[in-house]
């Protein structure tokens, strides 16, 4: 058996997808459904049973019930994603205890333990986008969220457990399943929205030097690319950090350029200003160092740009269609 965390969200329901797809469904979800409208990601998907968060977290502190289940990974993406959330004591609870409570589970039963990290732990990328452990010490990264990631990276690297485990650093992946998201979902996913109403895409005006508007790079990865990934992860056995992204750095403006192009229409871009309360906080380039995990054998192409924009626009978004469906 499986064990996903966070696995009626974006990337956790994406990779039981991607496990369904390889005739795997012996599964055990695990989420906080909540009152949003990430349950309907489950609805195609085939798994074993579903679990609350907060049970599952008191079943993984019982010896007795748990030692008796057969468990040969968790993937742990049961996370707060949202890089704007400014209570600092429900991340470190949710991303920093929680994940210290499985890494702990796992050890202790010898099972395979795969968690999601995050390229926000780099900060504003001047310390390097390197996944070598012997420097993630070195990392400041630029808000709470990014931070409970990198404290989780630093305590599992004291306490020897990067050994026997998988820390996956995400860049910014974006794709089906992720409407759930509110304001935390990708440009591409907001953006066919905003062209519906006004034609345009808004995209933020630059305040740094040498980044004209629009101009502000990330490493964007579809997620079935990242889910791929996942897997690779999962059946080689691979330990230790490392980064999962497309190690290629595109515009903003290039972004928008590929939803126009899906849609079959001219560009159409409006600058607005950024908010005060994220500007010392915007990253304004991204991209993953990705000799490591192709290290690892990985052989598969990464989904050019527009190939993957034009998939997830014309084939799930425009007709509202999870994976699976």
Known sequence: MIIVTGGAGFIGSALIWKLNK?????????????KDDKWKNLRPLKFRDYI??????????????????????????????????????????????YSKELATFCAKRKIKFIYASSAAT??????????????????????????SKH??????????????????????????NEWHKGDMRSLVCKA??????????????????????????????????????????LEKNISGIYNIGSGKAESWNSL???????????????FFDMPEEIKDKYQYYTC???????????????????DAVKDYVLNHLIKSKHLGE
Not at 22 to 34: N, P
Not at 124 to 139: A, F, Y
Not at 288 to 306: D, I, V
Request: charged share 30%; proline share 2%; glycine share 8%.
């Open 288 to 306: 993953a160092e990705m000799k490591k995990f192709l290290s690892t054998g990985y052989k598969k192409q990464f989904t050019p740009l527009k």
């Open 52 to 97: 609350e968060k907060d049970a599952f977290r008191q079943l993984a502190a019982s010896e007795k019930t748990c030692a008796s289940k057969k468990i040969d990974a968790v993937f742990h993406f049961g996370a707060c994603s949202s890089t704007t959330e400014a209570d600092a004591s429900f991340l470190m609870d949710n991303n920093y205890e």
């Open 256 to 270: 928008a350029g590929a939803i126009f192009a899906a849609l079959d229409k001219k560009n159409n871009i409006e």
């Open 22 to 34: 390889i005739s795997f469904d012996d599964i055990l979800v695990v989420d906080c459904l909540g």
């Open 122 to 147: 780099y900060g504003d990328g001047s310390r390097g986008w390197s996944d070598d452990e012997t420097k993630i010490e070195r990392l400041l990264p630029l808000n709470i969220y990014g931070y």
């Open 151 to 176: 404290a989780f990276d630093l305590w599992m690297k004291r306490n020897g457990l990067l050994k026997k485990s998988t820390g996956l650093k995400f860049t910014n992946v974006f794709g089906p």
């Open 192 to 233: 066919l929205e905003q062209v519906r109403q006004t034609g345009r895409i808004r995209l933020f005006k630059s305040y740094k030097k040498g980044y004209a508007d629009g101009e502000q790079k990330r490493d964007f990865l579809y997620v079935k690319d990242a889910v791929n990934m996942c897997v690779h992860a």
